[in-house]
C-alpha cells in the first residue's frame, strides 16, 4: 500500500494575483535546492487518522502556525515516487513566512560519521505569484495548483 500524506494549501488574492505558500524542506539534501523543491505543509497520516486532522496537525508542526477554514478539498495526487497526498486548499491572507517555527528530526551528518545532527523540517517558507509557485512546487504537486485556479475561477 502505497505512503499517504495529508497537506493544506494556503492561498491569498494580492493585488489581483493568486498567491501560494510553500515551504522549503530542511536539511542537507535540499539545502541548494530551489526549482522543484518546494511543497504545501504535509506530512504522513497516522494509522486510522481523519486526512483533514492530519492535514491540520502537519501544517501546525511544520510551521508552528494554526488555520481555520473553510477547507476547500482538493483531488489526491500521486507523487512520482508512488506517495499519495491529499490536500485542502485554504483562503489564509494573513499567514507571515517570517513566523515559522517547524519541528525538527534527528540526521546522521556528515554520512558516516557517527553523528546526528538536528534539522527543521521545514527551513523556510514563502508566498509566491503562482506563476512562480509552479516552478518552485514538488512535480508531482502541480496539479494541486491547476485544480486551485480553476476553483477559483
Avoid: C
Avoid at 497537506?7 to 536539511?27: D, Q, W
Wanted: glycine share 8%; proline share 11%; no cysteine.
Amino acid at each position: 500500500m502505497p505512503k499517504t500524506s495529508a497537506g493544506l494549501l494556503p492561498y491569498r488574492n494580492s493585488a489581483a494575483t493568486l498567491e501560494i505558500f510553500l515551504v522549503h524542506p530542511g536539511g542537507p539534501f535540499w539545502a541548494k535546492k530551489d526549482h522543484g523543491a518546494w511543497s504545501i505543509p504535509k506530512g504522513e497520516l497516522l494509522a486510522g487518522e481523519d486526512p483533514l486532522a492530519a492535514a491540520q496537525r502537519e501544517f501546525q508542526e511544520e510551521t508552528g502556525l494554526t488555520v481555520s477554514g473553510p477547507f476547500a478539498p482538493l483531488t489526491p495526487v500521486k507523487q512520482p515516487g508512488g506517495k499519495i497526498v491529499h490536500a485542502w486548499a485554504l483562503q489564509a491572507p494573513d499567514l507571515d513566512p517570517a513566523a515559522i517555527r517547524s519541528n525538527s528530526f534527528s540526521l546522521e551528518w556528515p554520512p558516516r560519521s557517527g553523528k546526528a545532527r538536528e534539522f527543521p523540517e521545514v527551513d523556510r517558507a514563502a508566498w509566491f505569484p503562482v506563476h512562480e509557485a509552479r516552478k518552485k512546487i514538488l512535480k508531482g504537486q502541480l496539479p494541486l495548483l491547476d485544480e486551485l485556479q480553476t476553483k477559483l475561477r
